[in-house]
């Protein structure tokens, strides 16, 4: 079983960054972020993997955000700039062997979540 612990989350005024992250115990094929906003369903905001070589960004999120991975150290980043508002939610960490999925059902390792909060 892969463990997921995420960090980096915290409060930032609109137009700030924050980078998350999230270490997983092995090696995992496919790592995504997705998030939760009070009173919202999870949606997918960004994938990576490792075979075939792909990622991928909700439009709600591409320009702003960044997603990367250090292999070596089995992470993947979430760098996000010009936070909004409207990105306030809990965002958690997901990984998956298989190759790159949007729907949370093809995700099998969670983290536990981190709260990001965007003041207007």
């Known amino acids: 079983q892969v463990q997921l612990v995420e960090s980096g989350g915290g409060l930032v005024q609109a137009g700030g960054s924050l980078r998350l992250s999230c270490a997983a115990s092995?090696?995992?094929?496919?790592m995504g972020w997705f998030r939760q906003a009070p009173g919202k369903e999870r949606e997918f905001v960004a994938g990576t993997s490792l075979n075939p070589g792909q990622t991928y960004y909700s439009d709600s999120v591409k320009g702003r955000f960044t997603i990367s991975r250090d292999n070596a150290k089995n992470t993947v980043y979430l760098q996000m700039n010009s936070l909004k508002p409207e990105d306030t939610a809990i965002y958690y960490c997901?990984?998956?062997?298989?190759?790159?999925?949007?729907?949370?059902?093809?995700?099998?390792?969670w983290g536990q979540g981190t709260q990001v909060t965007v003041s207007s």
């Open positions: 997901a990984g998956t062997r298989w190759t790159m999925r949007r729907d949370e059902s093809g995700y099998s390792y």
């Open positions: 092995g090696r995992i094929n496919t």
